[in-house]
């Protein structure tokens, strides 16, 4: 059987050094864009905006709608609808996220009712959120055959959710929100906020007179001009 260790380094330098330029022109050109077909196949796709090679399952384009100069990360799974559903949804998109969005590698994003993602939300890895859940009242039926319930979702403008975040139906999260890593989100989350926990709590508010409340750690940094 045929190992590295077979061949001398020099050889497996130049192996080594082609695979990687291989990988990153395959990484370049497999990414899908606005102008290609396959992201001809989204209801729309704004300039600029792009989904990484290799992109996760991708399902019901035709309902999912990406703004500008969004990046998709590698292995981000996108769905829209389910199988049996019309291709186009009669009344609108599914599942949308706004202009300038950052989505983290293995991140799931599966819409059935309705997913709305604002402009300028940043989504680390490995995040899921959802509009809809399986149902279990009927102790008659398996729960894997009940139909979901659905509840529509809303992340606003400029927010962040961190590794790990669950957001589950109903979830309607404000502006300029932090998600801590591994939380698990339902129900409202006010602007201006920072929740963490399973299920998720404030806890720390930005108020217009006393600023962050609890006051923050560390001085503000911003990103130099």
């Avoid at 998109?93 to 994003?109: A, E, F, L, N």
């Avoid at 932090?178 to 339902?186: D, F, I, L, N, P």
């Amino acid at each position: 059987m045929f190992a590295p260790a077979d061949l001398s380094p020099a050889a497996r330098n130049l192996a080594a050094a082609a695979i990687h330029r291989a990988w990153e022109w395959i990484a370049t050109v497999g990414c899908i864009s606005p102008d290609d077909a396959l992201g001809r196949r989204f209801r729309f796709m704004g300039p600029g905006s792009c989904i990484a090679f290799p992109p996760g399952a991708v399902f019901g384009e035709a309902g999912i709608e990406i703004g500008a100069d969004t990046l998709v990360g590698p292995f981000v799974s996108l769905a829209a609808g389910m199988p049996g559903m019309p291709a186009a949804p009669p009344g609108g998109p599914i599942v949308t996220i706004g202009q300038r969005c950052s989505i983290g590698r293995g991140t799931s994003i599966v819409g059935l009712r309705r997913i709305e993602i604002g402009d300028d939300v940043a989504i680390a890895p490995n995040v899921y959120i959802t509009d809809h859940n399986h149902r279990y009242d009927d102790v008659s039926v398996p729960i894997a055959g009940q139909w979901p319930a659905q509840d529509p979702v809303r992340i606003g403008s400029g927010s962040w959710l961190g590794t790990g975040v669950i957001v589950l139906p109903g979830s309607d999260i404000g502006s300029h929100v932090t998600v801590a890593a591994g939380s698990v989100v339902r129900g409202v989350v006010p602007d201006r906020s920072v929740v963490a926990g399973a299920p998720a709590k404030v806890v720390r508010q930005h108020d217009v007179t006393d600023g962050w409340v609890p006051p923050l750690r560390t001085a503000t940094i911003r990103r130099p001009e």
